[in-house]
Each structure stands twice: as structure tokens, then as C-alpha cells.
DNA sequence: AACCTCATCAACCGCCGTATG
DNA sequence: GCATACGGCGGTTGATGAGGT
């Protein structure tokens, strides 16, 4: 398949260039320019190259300002975030590290910094919580809106290269990352990483956790998909959504750009409680979808009314009520919503006081399908989040 | 000194998107 | 509208050198 070589490859000569060579296409292109035309250039110049060998060798090495050596801290950054967001796409992340090239940032990660990451993932890792006997934590710490406004180019860009969005699949070509606020982050600070570092280490968790849970699936609400079970870990502060837990709610919500995300506390007055509005509302411009859902709470934490718009969009929610005014104790309250195949709540409930991981089985390939589609939806949102955080 | 392993990076290969006739 | 040529890109290869045994 492809198409027919570029040049009669009988002829022309390949491997490394000679300093005559180097000058040969350099004091044509200094006169002439490329002329809009590799092909016929090698000619023209008098060398025996492909053109397009040529034009490897002008852009990857003798054009101006071309920048050898060592890359700089603030680079080794700028490529780290940017990876983490938009992948292996080494052209455009050259273009914004001048006097770089592409071909120098690939042969970088892929020989350096990866591995400089990695290791230092590997170190951290080794105090971390994530162990292969342990389910890594469900991700839980979602971008508020304000904290999506540099989102949007984000969102343009893929609207106008849709064929570019980085593939989330269980290859890892690209990867996501979640905040660091766990533990782990404690080894992060400890050795006095950078911001690069700390995405890297991200990295490299977040490769764990689908390494460790193949068939993770973020609780969505407003599926067709049916949520078929929910399981918890046992640590109280063990993954990314701990955060302080007196207050009424953890935002743990994932409230996409332009989106508006309401708390309300008032009084049921039939029963004499106090209850808890949520009610997440906007337009989802990622999935282009119309959002609705509303829960309200009562004092006990039980979502005594739920809701959706007809639209059934796709969310992420993990809800966590603070339950000290009740318990007067240090208590961290979750509330499972399961779904049925429809679009209404089927089971709510919550009752201990451990970081609950959403974990649904996946039993089917259609299944696996489905969550794969949801997973990468979910992740773009972390990497919203995580170019937000640690690059911004 | 000889051999081996590994890291580096320039260069190549083949596919894709787009321009052109 | 179609076929072809070309530029651009990302993945991969292989030559080279450094360091270790």
C-alpha cells in the first residue's frame, strides 16, 4: 500500500550526509530559496539525494536558528504538559519551543525525558497507594468552571482537527493524568520536583491505574449505560478526591466549561430536615449536550430526589456529604448512584466513612466498548484539568 | 585489547491530507 | 470527480560512540 517512492531510489545516495553535501543544499536554498519544490531540488543542486531527504536534512539541521544541546528545565515543562495534553503530536509542540524541531523533541522523550519521568514515577510509586492488590482511586477531582477558561483553545483545536484528538486507549499512546493531591504527592515534593516532574509522575500513575483496572468505567449519570456494581477501598485518604471533608460538599463534579454548578441548603419543611440542593446545569459543549441534573439530600445524605433532562448527558459525579452535623463525627459520606438502563436512578445510598471508588463491572465486549467511549471522555477532562494545573 | 551493552540521534519509511491537473 | 504528486508527519531503524566488563 502508500504510494509510489518519491524518487528512483536506485540513484540516489542515503545515510548520513557529508559536510560537501551540507554545503551543496545550503548555498542553493541561501540563493535560490526551496523553490516550493523538493523534489526537483536535489537536482537543481546538484546533489544525489531524495528531496525529501533534503528536506529532512534543511529543516531538521541547516536552516537558521536551528537551537542544538541541551534542552532547558522550562522546555523539558513545556513538553511535558504538552504531551500530557495533546500526545505525540511533535510538530506542534515544536512550534512552540523556537529553534527546536520535531524530530530533536521526539528523540528527546523518547531517549530522556520519558525515562527521567519514569524513573521518578517508579520512586514515587514505590510509597504510593496504588499497588496492583489495591483498585486505583476513581477520578475524582474535577475542574471547576472557572478553572476550564483555558479549556477553550483546547476544545477549538480539536473542533478543527478532530482527527488529531489524542487516542485514549489501552495502549497509552497518549496519557492522561490526574491531580496530585494524594499521598504520593508528599514523595513528589520530597525530592523537589518540577511541574513537569510532578505531570510526568501523573503520567505514569494514571498508566498504572488502567494497567491495575482494565475495565474501569467512571460513574456517569445520564447514561444508557447501566452501572452494574460499586465497590470502596478501605483507605480514608487514600486517592485523588480527599479533600476537607467538613465541607458540605467536595466538589467533586465535573462541571465542563460553562456550566454553572449550584449549592442549596434549606428546609424540607413536611419532614423537618434540613436538605442539600445540588444542581448542575448548562450546555456541555465537549459532548454537545443540553445538562441537567439536580439531586436534593436530607439530613440523613440520601438523595431523596433526583433528576435529569430528557438529554440524558454524560457526567461524572462523585458526591461526598459531609455527615458531622449528624454523626459529630469525622465522617466522609458517600452516595452510590446506580443506573438502570433508562435514565432514571434506580438505588442511592452511602455508608461508611471510606473514599468510595466507582467501579463498575464490564461484562460484555459491547460493554467494554461503551466504557472505553466513556473513559476517553473522562479523561479529557482530566487533561483539561491537568493542563490547568500543572502547566498553567 | 577485545567484546558487549546501551544511549543517542540522524535519517529513513510509509501513511495521510491536500493541492493540482 | 478522480488520479496523481507532493509536503508533512510520526514511528522506527541503524550507525556511531561511550562506558562497562
Request: proline share 4%.
Amino acid at each position: 500500500m502508500g504510494r509510489a517512492p518519491c524518487c528512483d531510489k536506485a540513484n540516489v545516495k542515503k545515510g548520513p550526509w557529508s559536510p560537501e553535501e551540507d554545503s551543496k543544499l545550503k548555498d542553493y536554498i541561501d540563493k535560490n530559496g526551496t523553490g516550493g519544490n523538493w523534489i526537483t531540488l536535489p537536482h537543481k543542486a546538484g546533489l544525489r539525494r531524495c528531496g525529501k531527504s533534503c528536506r529532512l536534512r534543511w529543516l531538521n539541521y541547516l536552516r537558521p536558528n536551528i537551537k542544538h544541546g541541551e534542552f532547558s528545565v522550562e522546555e523539558d515543562r513545556v513538553i511535558c504538559s504538552l504531551y500530557a495534553t495533546i500526545g505525540s503530536r511533535w510538530s506542534i509542540i515544536a512550534a512552540q519551543l523556537p529553534g527546536r524541531t520535531d524530530n530533536d523533541i521526539k528523540n528527546y522523550w523518547n531517549t530522556k525525558l520519558k525515562k527521567k519521568l519514569m524513573a521518578f514515577a517508579a520512586a514515587a510509586a514505590a510509597t504510593s497507594s496504588i499497588t496492583p492488590d489495591k483498585p486505583a482511586p476513581s477520578p475524582s477531582i474535577y475542574p471547576t468552571s472557572s478553572q476550564m477558561t483555558s479549556l477553550y483553545s483546547y476544545n477549538s483545536y480539536y473542533s478543527a482537527n478532530p482527527s488529531k484528538k489524542p487516542l485514549m486507549d489501552d495502549n497509552q499512546q497518549t496519557f492522561s493524568c490526574h491531580r496530585m493531591t494524594n499521598p504520593t504527592s508528599a514523595a513528589t515534593t520530597s525530592v523537589g520536583t518540577s511541574c513537569c516532574l510532578e505531570t510526568g509522575l501523573s503520567l505514569f500513575q494514571t498508566q498504572m491505574q488502567h494497567q491495575n483496572q482494565q475495565y474501569y468505567q467512571p460513574l456517569m449519570l445520564g447514561s444508557d449505560h447501566q452501572q452494574t456494581s460499586c465497590s470502596s477501598n478501605t483507605s480514608d485518604n487514600g486517592g485523588t478526591s480527599c479533600g476537607n471533608k467538613h465541607d458540605s460538599y467536595q466538589n467533586n463534579v465535573v462541571v465542563p466549561s460553562g456550566f454553572e454548578f449550584d449549592d442549596e441548603l434549606h428546609l424540607d419543611n413536611q419532614n423537618n430536615k434540613q436538605r442539600h440542593g445540588l444542581m448542575l446545569h448548562g450546555y456541555d459543549e465537549i459532548n454537545n449536550d443540553n445538562l441537567f441534573l439536580s439531586h436534593q439530600f436530607d439530613h440523613q445524605n440520601s438523595i431523596i430526589n433526583s433528576s435529569t433532562d430528557n438529554d440524558a448527558p454524560a457526567a461524572l459525579m462523585d458526591f461526598y456529604v459531609d455527615d458531622a452535623a449528624v454523626g459529630g463525627g469525622d465522617k466522609q459520606q458517600q452516595l452510590n448512584v446506580n443506573m438502570n438502563n433508562g435514565r432514571s436512578f434506580i438505588n442511592n445510598g452511602g455508608d461508611n466513612n471510606h473514599q468510595v471508588i466507582i467501579n463498575s463491572k464490564i461484562t460484555s465486549l459491547q460493554d467494554h466498548q461503551q466504557a472505553m467511549m466513556m473513559k476517553e471522555k473522562d479523561e479529557r477532562m482530566m487533561m483539561y484539568y491537568d493542563f490547568n494545573t500543572n502547566y498553567c
